[in-house]
């Protein structure tokens, strides 16, 4: 079983429809911007239309326009699922068994109002799960949840888990703080229940960290994209979560492996040890941490530290920009001759089996 850990669904108008009527006062509006915009600004990577969501414009995706860069190899209705057959033969084509999916918008909102966060959370989990169910066993969704509402969202995992979702999303920064925070107790009980992982994604919800001036950096660094991610991660090894909840599951997802090395050796102070890279497979072990890797990175220098059973492999399906090259992410990790067959048989199954409870 060949498992796509990190794939994506571009949210669409539909995504909201299943909010009730009392929440309809949170429902996203469509901003059209107008003007030509630089050539790697947002009109280029989204087209014109921005969401406006609790007095914040992210950028939104034109289907179209990304249909069109793939030269025809992926549909509008693969991106958002509405067409789950399309989406299904896109996956055949890359001899993927089973896709992990995660949102697009989601993973760099930074909603204020909690009720509007929890509104959206569970109308953007009851669309996905729709268009899931059309083929539950290869279809499955990392769900969205309100740090801020912890009853709500324990309760909103119960019905997803029940729905197909098989992972819980947290970004790098929830809010102003690191994921590992005691008040999410009751949320990592009720993932270790639920036998679902706690998902880290590349992204952040920090208004903080938005308003840093980076200077001449650009909005799409995609250095500056994973840092909150390496900094949760780098949390989660110092702290005693594996302690508290032993059954806890995190994924590292979509900020590569490669810095994996420097992180480990720095954070975990094995730099004393006799045996440095011995140091960081024992801790990822032992904190059940499981990294995305790409199928580019130099795995024989990283796998020393990462170990055998702590790697799964994404290809961002879905996602613009890349959309030629993610089609061929498992086939081109599966040609690799610098990897032994049987590393690659964890990395695209086995290991993924046991992140996601598949």
């Given at each position: ?45 989204h ?87 059309s ?35 947290l970004?790098?920064f ?13 949320l ?125 492999i ?12 993610s ?20 990395i ?11």
């Amino acid at each position: 079983m060949i498992i796509d850990a990190d794939t994506h669904v571009l949210e669409t108008e539909k995504t909201f429809s299943y909010l009730s009527k009392a929440e309809q006062r949170f429902r996203p509006a469509v901003v059209k911007i107008t003007g030509e915009g630089d050539s790697n600004g947002p009109l280029r990577r989204h087209g014109s239309d921005q969401w406006l969501i609790d007095g914040q414009l992210y950028g939104k995706h034109d289907l179209q326009l990304i249909a069109d860069h793939s030269k025809g190899e992926i549909s509008p209705g693969t991106l958002d699922l509405s067409d789950s057959k399309a989406r299904l033969g896109a996956m055949d084509h890359q001899g993927v068994d089973t896709a992990v999916v995660y949102p697009s918008l989601f993973l760099v909102t930074a909603i204020r109002n909690p009720e509007a966060e929890l509104a959206l959370a569970r109308s953007y989990n009851r669309w996905l799960a729709e268009h899931c169910a059309s083929a539950p066993e290869r279809l499955k969704f990392v769900m969205l949840v309100c740090p801020r509402r912890i009853e709500a969202s324990v309760e909103e995992m119960e019905w997803a888990r029940k729905n197909g979702a098989c992972g819980v999303l947290l970004r790098g920064f929830e809010g102003d703080q690191t994921p590992d925070q005691a008040d999410l107790g009751p949320l990592f009980a009720k993932a270790c229940d639920l036998d679902m992982p706690i998902c880290i994604h590349i992204g952040h919800g920090s208004h903080a960290f938005r308003a840093i001036n980076m200077g001449g950096v650009p909005g799409q660094n995609r250095f500056v994209n994973r840092v909150p991610t390496m900094i949760a991660c780098s949390a989660l090894l110092l702290g005693d979560l594996h302690e508290q909840f032993p059954k806890l599951r995190f994924a590292i997802v979509e900020a590569g492996s490669s810095w994996l090395p420097f992180l480990s050796v720095l954070t975990l102070r094995a730099r004393y040890s006799k045996d440095k890279a011995a140091a960081a497979r024992k801790a990822l072990v032992d904190h059940k941490i499981f990294i995305t890797c790409e199928e580019h990175e130099d795995l024989p220098a990283i796998l020393p530290f990462a170990g055998d059973d702590n790697l799964v492999i994404g290809s961002d399906f879905g996602h613009p920009g890349d959309v030629a090259e993610s089609i061929h992410v498992q086939r081109d990790f599966r040609a690799r001759e610098d990897i032994s067959e049987a590393v690659k048989a964890r990395i695209l199954s086995t290991n993924a089996r046991a992140l996601y409870g598949l």
